[in-house]
């Protein structure tokens, strides 16, 4: 299901279901609803890929190619800044 999310209300939507049937999830959980978050972020602006390693992240836009420091959140960020 985390696969084929194409919204932001999908993220939500199973969050709540989990909580629902789970109780609350363990915070390592947060690091797949974030890794969503870029995914469904990253299709909306056609990002063909992300690459993020010792902090330093890659975002290859279709003619470009920006370079920043962080985590998920410096990612999810960016993508928010740069929608199209």
Same mark, same amino acid.
């Given at each position: 299901r985390f696969l084929a999310m194409e919204a932001l209300e999908e993220i939500e939507a199973i969050k709540e279901?989990? *909580?629902d049937r789970f109780g609350q999830y363990p915070s390592i959980m947060e690091n797949l609803f974030k890794i969503a978050k870029i995914?469904? @972020?990253?299709?909306?602006?056609?990002i063909?890929?992300?690459?993020?390693?010792?902090?330093? *992240?890659?975002?290859?836009?279709?003619?470009?190619?920006k370079e920043l420091s962080g985590g998920l959140d410096q990612i999810?960020?960016? @993508?928010?800044?740069?929608?199209v």
């Open positions: 279901e989990l *909580i995914r469904v @972020l990253a299709r909306k602006n056609r063909y890929k992300i690459v993020l390693k010792q902090n330093q *992240i890659s975002i290859f836009y279709p003619k470009t190619k999810i960020k960016e @993508l928010e800044i740069t929608r």
